[in-house]
């Protein structure tokens, strides 16, 4: 057999230890990737037993735990219920009314329309009223105040005034249309005795420092007219008989008549 050429197994030689040198690398990286794979399956697998698993056992461990305590606390649940059951009736009869309430409210809601146009209708007359009147009282001149002064008494003050006026005036023209003489009437002894000045108290819008002179005349008139309104009569303090009574009586007669 012939030699090898020295040259030629030197560059064979280093070919092959160049295909020497890349194979352990490329088993190295694969192991390496095949490793890296393994692990990150590895830990999912484990990261999803956790979110699995682990709440069911911590639940299992509560509930171990907590089993002493469920027993009280759903018993005194249970009582404060039992408590507020009252209170839980109270509020469902007073919504159930409440609905009832706004319910009828809802349905009556015509009827609201009707009373809003009437009060709108009154309103809107009443201002008409009030803006006739005051045109004809421009128009006719009349003075508001004057009217209202004539037609009522402003005051207490103004119809005690008017009434001790009128009785004084009655009294009078009964004075001058009747003849008094000595002896005509007598008086009651008993009665005389017993008549104050407090009975003239009853009168009608008469203060004590504006009191009238009292005459017999005047007490028959302030009879007469108590008794004509049917109020309380005023019975007056002396009692009227002989000439005089008869002559008054005839007369309160012929005016009547």
């Known amino acids: 057999?012939?030699?090898?050429?020295?040259?030629?197994?030197?560059?064979?030689?280093?070919?092959?230890?160049?295909?020497?040198?890349?194979?352990?690398?490329?088993?190295?990286?694969?192991?390496?990737?095949?490793?890296?794979?393994?692990?990150?399956?590895?830990?999912?697998?484990?990261?999803?037993?956790?979110?699995?698993?682990?709440?069911?056992?911590?639940?299992?461990?509560?509930?171990?735990?907590a089993t002493p305590l469920t027993y009280p606390l759903y018993y005194a649940y249970r009582l404060l219920l039992f408590l507020l059951s009252p209170l839980w009736a109270i509020g469902r009869v007073v919504a159930g009314a409440c609905a009832w309430?706004?319910?009828?409210?809802?349905?009556?809601?015509?009827?609201?329309?009707?009373?809003?146009?009437?009060?709108?209708?009154?309103?809107?007359?009443?201002?008409?009223?009030?803006?006739?009147?005051?045109?004809?009282f421009l128009l006719l001149r009349i003075d508001r105040s004057t009217a209202a002064s004539t037609s009522f008494p402003s005051t207490k003050a103004n119809y005690g005034a008017s009434s001790r006026k009128q009785l004084q005036e009655s009294a009078a023209a009964a004075a001058t249309t009747t003849t008094t003489t000595a002896g005509e009437y007598?008086?009651?002894?008993?009665?005389?005795?017993?008549?104050?000045?407090?009975?003239?108290?009853?009168?009608?819008?008469?203060?004590?420092?504006?009191?009238?002179?009292?005459?017999?005349?005047?007490?028959?008139?302030?009879?007469?007219?108590?008794?004509?309104?049917?109020?309380?009569p005023l019975r007056p303090s002396r009692r009227f008989r002989g000439l005089l009574a008869q002559t008054i009586h005839e007369e309160s007669s012929e005016s009547e008549s």
């Open 186 to 232: 007598d008086y009651d002894a008993a009665s005389d005795a017993s008549s104050t000045p407090d009975d003239f108290d009853t009168l009608p819008e008469l203060h004590q420092g504006d009191r009238p002179v009292m005459t017999d005349a005047l007490c028959e008139l302030a009879f007469r007219r108590a008794k004509s309104t049917r109020l309380s």
């Open 1 to 65: 057999m012939a030699a090898p050429d020295p040259g030629t197994d030197t560059g064979q030689t280093g070919a092959g230890g160049g295909m020497d040198w890349q194979t352990p690398l490329s088993a190295g990286l694969g192991f390496a990737y095949s490793s890296v794979l393994l692990l990150a399956s590895g830990l999912y697998r484990l990261l999803a037993w956790v979110v699995v698993r682990v709440p069911g056992y911590l639940y299992r461990a509560l509930s171990v735990v």
């Open 101 to 136: 309430v706004v319910g009828m409210a809802i349905k009556l809601k015509y009827l609201y329309i009707y009373f809003t146009v009437a009060a709108l209708i009154g309103i809107a007359a009443a201002c008409m009223v009030h803006g006739t009147s005051t045109v004809l």
